[in-house]
């Protein structure tokens, strides 16, 4: 930190500003109000001479704390980056100019927000320090791979293409997992595009499932170290500095560190003995998709027979979604996404190896994803496989053949099939360990009942395949049907345990392709995790950050809401139950900040100061001015860019509301509500990301925390005597161009309803 | 009909897609549908269909053979193309309609009250005498399908509309009697037997009926 700081402000007149702004009253605010020794102005302060000016000021020791009034802080991020001073940034150009109409009717309110942004930051930049990572960190390369099936092969070859050496841990005496019994693949590539002749020559067909080839690659490579029949007993640590015990079945145990860990265990077949409706278990002759492609890898290319009666296969039923995308006990709630590409080729096996042998798919919809997708369907079809749109009930065997009952929804009517072999297109469940928060739920349950129950879904919670030694359960955070949380549009990769990279199907269902592909996205983000570790930046979002989370351990209570709250789990606790922050697993959305009720925990230029300063450097007018002040806290994420963009598409907003970015809606500290009620502020409008099942909060759980806080705030409204729509929380996504706007009008119309705020001084 | 007919039931059994593929007209294509339902939503006729393509498609590769053979659907279609345009997979589904239709035929399946049918045979006798179609004579031959007393009854309801297209001159009542023939009538049949010769020849390579 430095030793002492020098203030100095900086305000940009170009894009506008000066003209619409007066200039010279800014500058006032800045100096008198502000109370910055020095504030310069420059016309295109963003210009090579503008950033010449306040380096110049950095070099010559005259400023550690800048203030820059210009356009929003998502602009201008490269001309603006002094890494070696704190900085905050006032809103003048989206925040102001851009969102208010030009005319003299407007002018003095619009003035005032300017004025006010000026204000605010040059509040928060006094206190601000420079973030300076905590110096812990080292560099280590070396990535563990947990799972020897395809996907984590491929994570393994891929990392050490990059350079990275790499523990590979399969708990199998062969590399291959779920994927060794494939006799073919779906194919990969999809259909050359016009060619001569039409759409149906060249259709892609299933190819070698190239698994010796990619297991020959594993063990050649100098980079990997394989470990067979292996299991992780325990591991501890953050990224760059993760320790494994790696158990082999021997007995013997080996301690490795690792940079990151990719988690690629695969999925493990549903078990189909919970479908007696089609003679599953009763007769050989019904198999899953499973069982079926390790009898034609024992065809290898041969007629394929029954496995009752060694009869040619006369004809074949694929019955699609089989235990799955039903509400039924014991049946998959959802699609597995490979099984209609899988019975297609399978079909095909009966086409090329059996003559004149008749395949029927039964199919509700037919899915086909992949880039061979709907190419490998044409495939199928000119293979001349049936596909008839059919839901089948019952398979039963009598004399020797299978009749299996379907309704045949295009001709809508029931009729049966007789077949020598049916073919069961089950689904695949992940291959995870136990919910840490089913784990959490028993060691937290307050009663001995609640305890029971947390403890009986438990029970049936499958073994631990990572046995983290996280305060927060020993793996990887579920979404829900037990696959891997992750922020399913912007960081696939990304879960909920920093530095961990789940790729492939225990992150969602898919096929050996996407399986594959995943594996290549999840390496990469690892290896970038490892090196932003090293270098003590933080991952995904807020790339590049290295602040991190520091508490004042004398005002701590030891309350544990910190370590309970954090989405990643970053948060253990030391021996004296004080919370211990790993701020290589901390992803710096300050959930824990505002989750403290001592406010003790701030970031080196994010606190819960840096915000509550800034409301209260806004000049709230009397109860007669006409002029409400609204606070917007608004998610730095989506809700603030949407603002911005609003801004840029020309939306206007109201003048009497004051923007103030947060990191996450989860960093909101509750005092920041009442602070601002207490000064007076009419409104208070929060802006988060979307927070249930398909949430699209940027930090998982960050927005559905600051709800759950918020919810607590009407009681807060009533005891002050104030109506309950003084404070609204809204789901704001980065699309909301008009909408964002349109909720703070809306704010400023029910002041207008319900009138000003009498707790103005 | 009935021995071609019965020895193709013997030749395919329950694979009826086969043989459509090999005797109908574009009948490779029905395998390639996907069931999405686009043609029998673009058919105007759609609704007045039994069967709209869709479910004729379904109905081959389900072996309804006689349901589809001998269906009135077939035959309603009017050739206006919107399937065909539309059609994701590009299926000629117009010529596909067809091909069953003239398949139905010559499998004599065809359902024997058909209009469409019916008008089909009256318009190709026609076509046959002359080599053109003598309009007056295929009008007359419309008006009397029903029996004398529906012709007399429609004949008279279209009076007024007849004597004008006379008094224009775009009907000629001489017409009725012989009627005019292209240029080289003996050239043109003669023609149309070589065809149906290359017709008979194209039948026959696909196999003769099993058991004929």
Redesign the interface.
């Known amino acids: 930190m430095a030793a002492e700081k020098k203030l100095a402000g900086y305000i940009c007149t170009g894009c506008g500003i000066g003209e619409r702004l007066d200039a010279k009253q800014l500058q006032a605010v800045a100096t008198r109000e502000g109370k910055l020794p020095s504030v310069k102005q420059h016309p295109m302060l963003c210009g090579a001479e503008g950033v010449k000016l306040i380096q110049d000021d950095i070099d010559a020791g005259n400023a550690t704390h800048i203030m820059i009034a210009a356009c929003s802080r998502r602009s201008k991020v490269e001309a603006f980056s002094f890494p070696t001073v704190a900085m905050s940034r006032a809103n003048l150009r989206e925040g102001v100019i851009w969102s208010r109409p030009a005319g003299d009717a407007h002018q003095e309110t619009t003035q005032e927000m300017a004025d006010d942004y000026i204000r605010m930051a040059a509040a928060e930049i006094k206190f601000m320090t420079v973030p300076e990572s905590s110096g812990e960190q080292e560099l280590n390369k070396t990535l563990l791979v947990v799972g020897g099936g395809m996907t984590g092969m491929t994570a393994a070859v891929e990392a050490a293409k990059a350079g990275y050496p790499v523990h590979l841990v399969c708990d199998e005496p062969v590399l291959g997992g779920v994927w060794k019994d494939l006799y073919k693949r779906v194919p990969f590539r999809a259909a050359a595009f016009d060619v001569p002749g039409g759409n149906d020559v060249d259709l892609p067909q299933p190819e070698d499932p190239g698994l010796d080839d990619l297991i020959e690659q594993v063990m050649a490579n100098g980079r990997i170290t394989v470990h067979l029949n292996a299991k992780i007993t325990k591991t501890s640590g953050a990224p760059g500095r993760f320790s494994a015990d790696i158990s082999v079945d021997s007995g013997r145990t080996l301690t490795e560190n690792f940079g990151a860990i990719v988690q690629a265990t695969d999925y493990k077949p549903y078990d189909a003995n919970q479908l007696p409706e089609f003679a599953y278990g009763t007769t050989p002759d019904v198999l899953t998709n499973f069982e079926f492609e390790r009898l034609a890898k024992q065809a290898n290319g041969a007629v394929i027979k029954r496995p009752s009666d060694g009869r040619e296969v006369k004809s074949v039923a694929f019955i699609q979604c089989a235990g799955q995308r039903s509400s039924n006990a014991g049946h998959l709630p959802y699609c597995s996404g490979f099984c209609c590409t899988e019975s297609i080729k399978q079909a095909m096996y009966f086409k090329a190896q059996n003559p004149g042998c008749d395949a029927t798919i039964l199919f509700d919809d037919l899915r086909t994803p992949g880039a061979a997708g709907e190419d490998f369907y044409r495939s199928g079809q000119q293979a001349m496989v049936t596909f008839t749109k059919g839901q089948a009930s019952a398979v039963v065997a009598a004399d020797g053949d299978l009749r299996v009952k379907f309704k045949d929804l295009i001709l809508n009517e029931d009729t049966e099939m007789v077949c020598d072999l049916v073919v069961l297109a089950t689904g695949q469940v992940p291959n995870t360990g136990p919910d840490p928060y089913a784990q959490l739920a028993v060691d937290e349950a307050p009663t001995e009942e609640e305890k029971a129950a947390a403890r009986a879904a438990l029970a049936v919670a499958p073994p631990s395949i990572l046995n983290l030694d996280y305060r927060q359960g020993t793996d990887l955070p579920h979404l829900k049907h037990g696959f891997v949380d992750s922020h399913f549009i912007c960081f696939p990769y990304e879960t909920r345990r920093t530095g961990i990279y789940a790729a492939g199907p225990v992150r969602r269902p898919m096929d050996l392709k996407q399986a594959m592909d995943d594996a290549v996205g999840a390496t990469m983000k690892a290896i970038q995790s490892l090196e932003n570790a090293a270098r003590g930046s933080a991952a995904h979002p807020r790339v590049g950050d290295l602040s991190y989370p520091r508490f004042r351990k004398e005002g701590c209570t030891q309350c544990k809401r910190c370590t309970v709250e954090c989405p990643f789990g970053a948060i253990n606790e030391d021996e004296q139950r004080y919370p211990q922050f790993n701020e290589s697993r901390c992803r710096r959305c300050g959930t824990c900040m505002g989750a403290c009720p001592v406010r003790v925990i701030s970031f080196d230029n994010y606190s819960v100061d840096t915000v509550g300063q800034q409301l209260k450097a806004v000049d709230v007018p009397d109860e007669f001015s006409e002029k409400p002040r609204i606070l917007c806290l608004a998610c730095e994420n989506d809700a603030y860019p949407a603002l911005d963009m609003a801004a840029q598409s020309g939306e206007h907003i109201t003048p009497f509301v004051r923007v103030i970015p947060v990191r996450c809606l989860g960093s909101v500290s509750l005092s920041w509500v009442t602070d601002a009620l207490n000064s007076g502020y009419d409104g208070i409008v929060l802006m988060g990301c979307r927070r249930d099942d398909d949430y699209q909060c940027h930090f998982v759980r960050g927005s559905a925390m600051a709800a759950e806080r918020l919810s607590k705030v009407g009681d807060t409204l009533t005891q002050l005597n104030l109506e309950t729509e003084r404070v609204a929380v809204h789901e704001v996504a980065i699309t909301d161009l008009k909408r964002a706007p349109a909720i703070l009008n809306e704010m400023a119309e029910t002041i207008t309803r319900i009138g000003m705020s009498p707790f103005k001084f | 009909m009935g021995e071609l007919n019965t020895a193709m039931i013997e030749r395919y059994r329950?694979?009826f897609?086969?043989e459509v593929e090999a005797n109908v007209e574009e009948g490779e294509w029905v395998?390639?549908c996907?069931?999405c339902g686009v043609c029998s939503g673009s058919c105007p006729l759609g609704k007045f269909w039994e069967h709209p393509p869709?479910?004729i498609f379904?109905?081959i590769?389900?072996g309804k053979r006689e349901a589809v053979l001998q269906s009135e659907s077939v035959w309603m279609c009017t050739s206006c193309y919107n399937c065909i345009v539309r059609c994701p997979?590009?299926l000629p589904i117009t010529h596909i309609m067809h091909g069953l239709a003239h398949y139905a035929k010559r499998l004599g399946l065809v359902p024997k009250t058909n209009p469409t049918a019916k008008f089909a045979q009256m318009f190709w006798d026609n076509l046959m005498v002359k080599g053109r179609v003598n309009e007056l004579k295929l009008g007359l031959a419309l008006y009397f399908m029903n029996g004398f007393g529906d012709g007399i009854k429609v004949a008279l309801k279209n009076q007024k509309l007849g004597m004008a297209m006379m008094k224009t001159g775009r009907m000629n009542p001489k017409e009725a009697f012989g009627g005019h023939a292209v240029k080289d009538l003996a050239g043109f049949h003669k023609v149309l037997k070589k065809a149906q010769e290359l017709e008979d020849a194209r039948i026959a390579q696909n196999g003769p009926p099993a058991g004929a």
């Open positions: 329950n694979s897609l086969k395998k390639m996907m069931q869709q479910e379904m109905m590769r389900a997979r590009e």
